[in-house]
């Protein structure tokens, strides 16, 4: 039989999230919590590997599906951000009531530098089983052209 649980996931998780030294970043963490729930810290785990010619990024997006997730290049960062709603179906449902919601609906973005010189035509991605692969190549800079101009003096 389920029973409503009144201390959530653990007995002793509600009684230390009172204590303010217990984490030093309160204000995320309950920003997290909000969202996503106790596992939010297990959203977008990223593995970037270290190439010749670039760099291999996987990152990890369990449960959502291809059209939710999206990647951008801005100023040098490459977002990737990722949208997910709870299906349309427990909104119609208007009979019983939840007893614990575990799914969470939410966004979550995730940046990184790759550098002025990349732009979105070099950058490789793909979608397989909840799983992001990206290839950005390695580009260097190119070095700033002093244009001297100089101002006539006469006399």
């Known amino acids: 039989m389920l029973m409503p649980s009144i201390f959530g996931e653990n007995l002793f998780d509600d009684f230390f999230e009172d204590f303010p030294w217990m ?33 291999e990024l996987v990152i990890d997006l369990p449960g959502f599906k291809k059209d939710e997730v999206s990647a951008s290049l801005e100023n040098g960062y490459l977002t990737i951000s990722a ?22 609906s939410g966004a979550c973005s995730r940046s990184f530098y790759v550098g002025d010189a990349v732009t979105e035509e070099d950058i490789k991605g ?30």
């Not at 979608?127 to 006539?152: C, N, Q, R, S, T």
């Open 23 to 55: 984490d030093d970043n309160m204000d995320m963490k309950k920003t997290e919590k909000k969202l996503y729930g106790r596992r939010a810290a297990h959203l977008m785990k990223t593995d970037i590997k270290e190439q010749d010619n670039g760099y």
């Open 83 to 104: 949208a997910k709603g709870l299906d349309e179906e427990d909104k119609d449902k208007k009979s019983g009531k939840y007893i614990r919601k575990e799914r969470y």
């Open 126 to 155: 793909e979608f397989k089983h909840g799983i992001l692969k990206l290839f950005v190549p390695k580009k260097e800079a190119k070095p700033a052209v002093e244009d001297h101009k100089y101002i006539a003096i006469e006399g």
